[in-house]
């Protein structure tokens, strides 16, 4: 019985890995994806904002050296979703100047994640709004004060102000 759960828990966590891989390459498949590199960490990972930013995800490429981070496996590894992205832009060491650099490229792109989930949120209301409010209408210039009739370009006149009195 207990050989049948734990052949059950590993064909789940493969099942749970292939629509990970089905999903990143999914998203990745979808055309030209725009990359944008985000730094290095002190052990000479690359991070990586790969694809549309819908999902917020950071792509991180193993070191050249070999040298990985926290022990993990060798080979591409995703972060997924905004509190994820948080927590490895928390984790890092800010004494450093390329972590620093790295970690200030994390909170920024989860700035801008947070705004557009904001906007779009926003939208509906926004639009429900501005139906409300009634059509815009310049109001006339205003009238010039009675009583004087100085030409505009007065200066310009031949005798200047003089000839327009």
Do not use: N, T
């Not at 904002?49 to 926290?70: N, Y």
């Not at 009583?147 to 005798?159: D, K, N, R, V, Y």
Request: net charge negative; hydrophobic share 45%.
């Amino acid at each position: 019985m207990l050989e049948a759960y734990a052949c059950l828990g590993a064909a789940l966590a493969e099942e749970q890995a292939a629509a990970e891989r089905a999903a990143a390459h999914e998203q990745l498949s979808g055309g030209r994806a725009r990359s944008l590199s985000l730094g290095r960490d002190r052990a000479g990972a690359s991070y990586w904002a790969i694809g549309p930013r819908a999902p917020l995800s950071v792509w991180v490429e193993p070191s050249p050296r070999g040298g990985q981070r926290g022990g993990g496996a060798a080979g591409w590894r995703r972060c997924v979703g905004l509190a994820a992205v948080e927590a490895l832009a928390a984790s890092l060491d800010a004494r450093g100047a390329a972590e620093r650099s790295l970690q200030k490229s994390l909170w920024r792109l989860c700035d801008d994640s947070l705004r557009a989930e904001h906007d779009a949120a926003a939208a509906p209301s926004r639009a429900a709004l501005e139906s409300l409010l009634p059509p815009f209408e310049p109001a006339p210039p205003p009238a010039p004060p009675a009583g004087l009739a100085i030409h505009e370009h007065a200066e310009s006149l031949p005798g200047g102000l003089l000839a327009a009195e």
